[in-house]
C-alpha cells in the first residue's frame, strides 16, 4: 500500500475511506495481516485484517474509556489486567493510577507490540513501566488459569474474528469472573450499534447471566465504524454510576472527565432498546 485510499468496508455498501500517504510496515503475522500505515488526518494508524485499531490522533478516547471507568469506579484498584491492548494505550492511561501496584498485558501478537512501539510511541511508551508486565499469549487461556487474581479486568480486543473469536463467549465472560476478586469489575469494548447490533445485545445477555452489574456506554471514535462505540461493564459489586466525587482524582485526560463518568452511561434510545 502507499499513496492511496483505503477504505474499511462496514457493510457490502458502506465504509470509512482514509487517504493513506505511505505504508510503513506490511505483515501477515501468525495470526493476523498488520498494516501500520501514515495517514494525513489521523497520524500513524494501526490496521489488523484490513480493520483500523488506532489512530495517533484520535486513540485518547478509546484508551481514556476503557481504562478510567472501571478504575474510578472500584475503590481500590491494585492489580489490573489488559487482555489484547498491545498498541499499549490502555497501559498508558492505567498507569496515570498511581495506586494501582501492577498491571499485566497480554495479547497475543508481540508483533502488535513490537511495531507499535516503534510507531506509535506516544500510545506505546508505558509498556516499559516497571509497574507493567507485558505477556505473550492467548488471552483466553491467561484468562482459564487465573483464579480470584485482578481488581480490574480490560478486553481490548480486535473485533470477534481471527484469534478473538473466543474472547466474545459466555465461557470467556465466565472465566473472566473467576480471575476477578470478590468486588472486580471488567470492561470489553462491544462494537457499535448500527452495524453489529447483534453482537451488543449478545454481548449483555451473556454479561448479565454472570454479572450483577452489567451496564453498556458510549464514546465517539471518529476512525471506528459508524463512530459511535460502545463498552461493556461487568460488576460484582460497585456501580460506575454510583461512585462517590471524592473518589475522583485528578489526572490528564482529554475526553474522559468526572462528569462524562456518569453522562456516557446516558444511551441514545435505539441503543437503550438494544439492551433491553
Ligand atoms: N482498540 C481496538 C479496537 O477496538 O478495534 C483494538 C486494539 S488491538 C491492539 C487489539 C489486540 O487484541 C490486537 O493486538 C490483537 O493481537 C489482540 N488479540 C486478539 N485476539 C487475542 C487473544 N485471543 N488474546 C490476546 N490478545 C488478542
Same mark, same amino acid.
Given at each position: 500500500m502507499g499513496g492511496h485510499w483505503f477504505t474499511e468496508k462496514q457493510t457490502e #455498501?458502506?465504509?470509512i475511506t482514509i487517504k493513506i500517504n505511505r505504508t510503513l510496515h506490511t505483515e501477515q503475522t501468525e495470526f493476523q495481516k498488520l498494516d501500520m500505515v501514515e495517514t494525513e488526518e489521523w497520524g500513524n494508524m494501526l490496521l489488523l485484517d484490513g480493520m483500523v485499531m488506532t489512530s495517533q490522533v484520535d486513540e485518547f478516547v478509546y484508551h481514556e474509556m476503557v481504562a478510567h471507568v472501571p478504575l474510578f469506579t472500584h475503590p481500590n484498584p491494585e492489580n489490573v489486567l489488559v487482555v489484547g491492548g498491545g498498541d499499549g494505550g490502555v497501559i498508558r492511561e492505567i498507569?496515570?493510577?498511581?495506586?494501582?501496584k501492577k498491571a499485566t498485558l497480554v495479547d497475543i501478537d508481540g508483533k502488535v507490540i513490537e511495531y507499535s512501539k516503534k510507531y506509535l510511541p506516544e500510545i506505546a511508551g508505558e509498556l516499559e513501566?516497571?509497574?507493567?508486565?507485558?505477556?505473550?499469549?492467548?488471552?483466553?487461556?491467561?484468562?482459564?488459569?487465573? #483464579?480470584?487474581e485482578y481488581d480490574v479486568i480490560m478486553v481490548d480486543s480486535t473485533e470477534p474474528v481471527g484469534p478473538a473469536v473466543n474472547l466474545f463467549?459466555?465461557?470467556f465472560y465466565a472465566?473472566?469472573?473467576?480471575?476477578l476478586k470478590e468486588d472486580g469489575i471488567f470492561v470489553a469494548q462491544s462494537d457499535n450499534p448500527w452495524f453489529t447490533p447483534d453482537l451488543i445485545r449478545n454481548v449483555q445477555r451473556d454479561v448479565r447471566e454472570i454479572f450483577p452489574i452489567t451496564r453498556l456506554y458510549t464514546a465517539n471514535i471518529p476512525t471506528y465504524p459508524s463512530g459511535l462505540?460502545?463498552?461493556?461493564?461487568?460488576s460484582k459489586k460497585y456501580d460506575p454510576l454510583e461512585v462517590s466525587e471524592d473518589r475522583f482524582h485528578e489526572i490528564?485526560?482529554?475526553?474522559?472527565?468526572?462528569e462524562l463518568h456518569k453522562a456516557a452511561f446516558v444511551l441514545p434510545k435505539f441503543v437503550a432498546d438494544l439492551i433491553k
Open positions: #455498501n458502506f465504509g498507569m496515570k493510577h498511581p495506586g494501582v513501566n516497571e509497574r507493567v508486565e507485558v505477556k505473550v499469549g492467548d488471552g483466553f487461556m491467561h484468562i482459564a488459569e487465573s #483464579n480470584n463467549s459466555k465461557g472465566g473472566i469472573s473467576k480471575a462505540w460502545t463498552f461493556t461493564l461487568g490528564e485526560t482529554k475526553y474522559y472527565t468526572k
